[in-house]
């Protein structure tokens, strides 16, 4: 599985987003047998998008609550809104800087971002994570905006 794929399977079936009572720290997440979404392809810009780009097939997922019972489960401080190690940190995924290359090269960052700019890349990633969300049915808090 791709890693967007990875980030919105996570998310978009742990119990909070299912409509459940969140877990209590270090519970295991669903197993991928579980696993119950895919993700479409990686949104287009904002100028691209349309209307019914919108999620299919039920009410928006509260992104806020999931993550936040994400890094409770995790038991440390995590700073997801700001950092795209923290959210893939709280999602269990691998944040090392090979695996946050693999996901630009995933979602087509451009070249010289991922050569030449690691923190440049890490911001573009960040803000490319949270839109792929958005596109698959999550709704972002009101106090997180993506550039």
């Given at each position: 599985m791709?890693?967007?794929?990875?980030i919105?399977?996570?998310?978009?079936?742990?119990?909070?987003?299912?409509?459940e009572?969140?877990?209590a720290?270090?519970?295991?997440?669903?197993s991928?047998s579980?696993e119950?979404?895919?993700p479409?392809?990686p949104?287009?810009?904002?100028?691209?998008?349309?209307?019914?780009?919108?999620?299919?097939?039920?009410?928006?997922?509260?992104?806020?609550?999931v993550?936040n019972?994400?890094?409770?489960?995790?038991g440390?401080?995590?700073n997801w809104?700001?950092?795209?190690v923290?959210?893939?940190?709280?999602?269990g995924?691998?944040?090392?800087?090979?695996?946050?290359?693999?996901l630009a090269q995933?979602?087509?960052a451009?070249?010289?971002?991922?050569?030449?700019?690691s923190?440049?890349?890490?911001?573009?990633l960040?803000?490319?994570?949270?839109r792929?969300?958005?596109?698959?049915g999550?709704k972002?808090?009101?106090?997180?905006?993506v550039?």
């Amino acid at each position: 599985m791709s890693i967007l794929g990875s980030i919105i399977n996570t998310i978009f079936n742990h119990p909070v987003a299912q409509g459940e009572p969140s877990q209590a720290p270090g519970a295991k997440p669903a197993s991928p047998s579980q696993e119950r979404r895919v993700p479409r392809d990686p949104p287009p810009s904002p100028a691209q998008q349309s209307p019914l780009d919108a999620r299919a097939g039920g009410p928006p997922v509260d992104i806020d609550a999931v993550m936040n019972a994400l890094v409770a489960e995790r038991g440390e401080k995590l700073n997801w809104k700001d950092s795209v190690v923290d959210l893939l940190k709280a999602l269990g995924l691998d944040s090392s800087y090979d695996a946050r290359v693999r996901l630009a090269q995933e979602l087509h960052a451009p070249t010289d971002l991922i050569r030449k700019d690691s923190s440049g890349m890490n911001i573009w990633l960040h803000d490319a994570v949270l839109r792929a969300i958005q596109h698959n049915g999550g709704k972002l808090p009101d106090d997180l905006r993506v550039r």
